[in-house]
Structure formats: C-alpha cells, structure tokens
C-alpha cells in the first residue's frame, strides 16, 4: 500500500479495495471515534471495578470466585481485540520494528493470558477446600507468573526495540558519513 491509498480511497487499486483499514479509517482511525471507544470501556472497567471493592474487602472469597472470573471475559476480549488488529496490520518496510513489537506482545498476550485465570480458578478451588498450603503455592506461582509475563511485555517494548532501532540510527548515520565523503 502506498501512503496515497490512505488518505485518498480514489487512488486505491482494485486488488486492494478490500483493505481492512481503508475500509474502515473513518471508525477506527478516526481519534475521536477511538478515544470516545476507550474512554467509555475504560469507565465501564472502571465502574465494575469500584463496584466490586466493598464487596472483595467484606467478602474476599467472593472475589475469587465471582468478579474475577466476570472481569476474565473483559480483559480476554481485549486481548483478542489487539490481536486481530495486528493480524489485519499488512506488511510494510517498518525501520523502527514497531510492527515487530506489536507482533511479539500480541502473541504473548494470546499465549500468556489464558493461564493466568485459570491460576485464579485452580487456587479459589483449593482456598474453598481449605487446603491452604497449596492455595498460598498457586498464589505464589501466580504472581511470579504475572511478573514473568510484565517483565516479558516491558523487556520488548524498551530494551529490544532500542538496542534495533539503535542499529538502524549507526547504520543511517555510516551511510550519511560514506555518502558525504563520496560527496566531499
């Protein structure tokens, strides 16, 4: 896709009318029509979840075994959401390896999240049991899966993305001296 197709649908060639994104940047490249979708999910999740704390801090179990497994399907949807805008996303020549990033998140996003509500239902099973050593066991595992997958997310998106776009700065900068000396 040329940049021209983006802005002007006229110059877009018939084998590629059917783009996803052309079709639709009018809905979701629109800022105001994404931050207006953003912000009211952001205020429903919100909502939910400050209904939800009077109930976790008298009733702690209910929290295990209600309101996360009712918040799951929320997160899980925008999981998914990201995921398939990053499947619809075409190929192009990206120097600054931001389709890379996002290709790596989405796929730990698809692959590591289903784990961590089903740590929560295998842990509130055993808290309702009362076998308490291996409630605090999963907990731990939890956790320490959770910043695992953080650490993970956070790795690619500063450290990896900088040390590739660092090279693509020193190749840019050698190949601006060679022309300048070929030049002078």
Same mark, same amino acid.
């Given at each position: 896709l040329n940049w021209q197709q983006i802005i002007n649908p006229n110059f877009v060639e018939k084998e590629t009318r059917n783009n996803w994104f052309i079709k639709h940047k009018h809905k979701y490249g629109n800022s105001k029509y994404m931050t207006r979708l953003f912000g009211i999910l952001h205020f429903i999740f919100f909502a939910i979840f400050s209904a939800s704390?009077? $109930?976790?801090?008298?009733?702690? =179990?209910? !929290? =295990? +075994?209600?309101?996360?497994?009712?918040?799951?399907?929320? $997160?899980?949807?925008?999981?998914? $959401?990201? $995921?398939?805008?990053?499947?619809k996303t075409p190929q192009f020549n990206d120097i600054y390896h931001i389709h890379w990033e996002s290709n790596l998140v989405s796929k730990?996003? #698809?692959?590591?999240?289903?784990? !961590?509500?089903?740590?929560?239902?295998? +842990?509130?099973?055993? +808290?309702? +049991?009362?076998? #308490? =050593?291996?409630?605090?066991?999963?907990?731990?595992?939890? !956790? !320490?899966?959770? #910043?695992?997958w953080y650490f993970m997310i956070h790795y690619i998106c500063t450290k990896m993305v900088i040390a590739k776009n660092s090279r693509v700065e020193c190749e840019q900068n050698m190949a601006n001296f060679v022309n300048e000396s070929q030049s002078g």
């Open positions: 704390v009077p $109930f976790r801090v008298d009733y702690p =179990e209910l !929290t =295990e +075994k209600v309101i996360i497994p009712c918040m799951m399907p929320i $997160f899980a949807w925008m999981v998914v $959401f990201y $995921f398939i805008i990053r499947c730990i996003l #698809l692959i590591g999240y289903p784990i !961590t509500p089903i740590l929560g239902m295998v +842990k509130a099973s055993f +808290k309702s +049991k009362g076998d #308490l =050593e291996i409630y605090s066991l999963l907990d731990y595992i939890q !956790t !320490t899966y959770g #910043l695992i």
